[in-house]
Nanobody, 124 residues
Framework: QVQLVESGGGLVQAGDSLRLSCAAS????????MGWFRQAPGKERDSVAA????????YYADSVKGRFTISRDSAKNTVYVQMNSLKPEDTAIYYC?????????????????WGQGTQVTVSS
């Protein structure tokens, strides 16, 4: 049964913005920290942002700090990442993930649940 579902990806121009959404099951959303990873062809899957179970703490990769903002909405069991000032190097498949702690979601092996991914392509 699908427990995390991403949406909001697409093709945009450098400098544009996108907001990705991840709809989670109620059990996962209420129990786990949530995060976003991305993976380009032939590359490792890297953490880009994470948010604690309570929403009180966040983590951002240096490459996206100041441009991306992660948030979660308990009324909708949904986590978002607002991506501004997009660059071609942001092009990747973006995956939503759930894990036990904010720290765990800084590395792919720390995730316990994954979404199917959504493609983000940024043209120059």
């Amino acid at each position: 049964q699908v427990q995390l579902v991403e949406s909001g990806g697409g093709l945009v121009q450098a400098g544009d913005s996108l907001r990705l959404s991840c709809a989670a099951s109620g059990r996962i959303f209420s129990t786990y920290a949530m995060g976003w990873f991305r993976q380009a062809p032939g590359k490792e899957r890297d953490s880009v942002a994470a948010i604690s179970r309570s929403g009180g703490s966040t983590y951002y990769a240096d490459s996206v700090k100041g441009r991306f903002t992660i948030s979660r909405d308990s009324a909708k069991n949904t986590v978002y990442v607002q991506m501004n000032s997009l660059k071609p190097e942001d092009t990747a498949i973006y995956y939503c993930a759930a894990g036990p702690t904010l720290a765990a979601l800084q590395l792919a092996p720390g995730a316990e649940f994954w979404g199917q991914g959504t493609q983000v392509t940024v043209s120059s």
